[in-house]
């Protein structure tokens, strides 16, 4: 399974590049603004650091448009700053056509904001390299997250697409270790469930233990 970081925080997407087990980036509207990036500039030049911080992996820059036409030209732009960048899209009906669009163009994809086994089935059709649902919101209204990634990972199997499944909206290291059992292809995460996977009590006492005693020994 792929791991992907789920941050435009640069800090952070350094961290994880450093732990040598990052494959990629997402980032969205929200997580640009909360870093204080705005203005066409400087969120071009955010993605191409972001692109040179992880050189090999891919890093997905959504549209803020929501029309065919404002979403293809923003995301010829955007593939145009670096070959690892996917183009985020949507999960709308001027987003399908515009998976299609850049499929024919052979730019990569992700389609984002997917609630339902059949958006995902609609994304896979059009070309999407990635579809990405969104357990935690869907946990959050009580609804099973990670039914909807089993349930998408039976359709894709069924007819062996090759989009690729992007469990997204993760909140904790146990929706990490769900999504790996299910057979989810990537999950993008932030830091902290990332790095919390790290820890267990039993591994502290343990290393104390054999710090102590290799003390004694000289
Ligand atoms: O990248 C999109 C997704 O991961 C958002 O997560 O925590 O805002 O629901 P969250």
Do not use: W
């Amino acid at each position: 399974m792929k791991f992907f970081i789920d941050t435009a925080n640069l800090e952070q997407i350094k961290e994880a590049q450093d732990l040598g087990i990052l494959d990629g980036v997402t980032t969205n509207p929200s997580l640009m603004a909360k870093e204080g990036i705005t203005g066409k500039d400087a969120i071009m030049n955010h993605y191409k650091t972001i692109c040179e911080i992880v050189s090999d992996g891919d890093i997905s820059a959504e549209v803020l448009g929501t029309t065919y036409d404002e979403m293809i030209k923003e995301g010829d732009e955007l593939a145009a700053i670096h070959p690892n960048i996917v183009v985020k899209i949507p999960m709308i009906k001027d987003g399908i056509k515009a998976l299609k669009y850049f499929s024919n163009k052979g730019i990569k994809t992700n389609c984002t904001l997917i609630f339902s086994a059949g958006q995902a089935l609609l994304a896979a059709k059009a070309g999407a390299n990635y579809v990405s649902p969104f357990l935690g919101r869907l946990d959050d209204i009580s609804v099973d997250g990670l039914n909807l990634v089993e349930e998408i990972r039976v359709i894709f199997d069924n007819y062996m697409y090759d989009t690729e499944i992007l469990a997204a909206s993760i909140r904790s290291p146990m929706h990490i270790i769900n999504c790996a059992k299910i057979g989810a292809d990537v999950v993008t995460s932030p830091l902290d469930s990332i790095l919390n996977l790290l820890n267990h009590p039993l591994t502290d006492k343990g290393l104390a233990q054999f710090v102590a005693d290799a003390k004694k020994m000289g």
